[in-house]
């Protein structure tokens, strides 16, 4: 069966490396399967649970975001963070959901919300999503 090299890097590090037979990701345009011999394609992405598959199995790998570039024999994606659930602190991502939930719903109900206050508690609550569905913990949604 054909594979393709996939490689995460994150600022500090190599997360991930393997030769898989298909990534399934979402892009800034939208949800993308990655096969081999795929064309070449670069693209943003955003916080979420990759779906890394091989012939037998399947893997999450969760991102916080960041760039992906795909040639016909590698897959590059390079993200702000990443990591392998093996790795993700569990009562630590639900905190982060939690907080970032509260975080949202104090300022729409303020009366003069700060938008950019606003977007960084959307953007924590998306990145803590992303790290609870790679470990397949549930959350109220």
Known sequence: ???IKLEIVSPDRVVYSDDIAMLIVRSTGGELGILPHHA???TGLLPHA????FPDREE????SGGFMEVQPEKITVLASAAEEPINIDI???QRAYQRAKERINAFRSASEPKEIDLQRAEAALRRAIARLDATKT???K
């Open 91 to 93: 009562n630590r991502a």
């Open 138 to 140: 549930s959350y109220d």
């Open 40 to 42: 070449p394609l670069v």
């Open 50 to 53: 990759m779906h890394v598959k």
């Open 1 to 3: 069966m054909a594979s």
């Open 60 to 63: 999450l790998i969760a991102v």
